[in-house]
């Protein structure tokens, strides 16, 4: 199982946690730190579309609007802290966010 999110996030801390609890072997990928690759990416926005993308996250606010306009895609790959999180890749199966129902499919 890999989880993509930020080591300095509640919630990914929160799902590791979680899932390591109930006997998951779990890769964290810090995506800032580790980065993510544009193949994971473009598998990701395939999956999630625009879900994939935090608009409320700082990162976020410290775009202009010229950068706000760019595809999706291009702005997750200039900056990947801008992924909604965690995505959790559990046997090829996608999940994004720590919701009850992501909770109840992997704990």
Do not use: Y
Not at 72 to 78: F, M, V
């Amino acid at each position: 199982m890999k989880l993509f999110g930020l080591k300095n996030c509640d919630t990914c801390r929160k799902a590791l946690k979680s899932l390591a609890a109930v006997g998951h072997d779990v890769t964290f990928i810090d995506v800032r730190a580790d980065g993510v690759t544009p193949e994971n990416l473009k598998v990701f926005h395939a999956k999630f579309g625009e879900a994939l993308l935090n608009t409320r996250s700082t990162t976020w606010r410290g775009l202009d609007d010229a950068e706000r306009a760019q595809e999706p895609l291009k702005l997750l790959i200039d900056h990947p802290a801008l992924m909604k999180r965690p995505v959790i890749d559990h046997k090829g199966s996608l999940t994004l966010g720590w919701t009850k129902d992501v909770q109840s499919q992997l704990l």
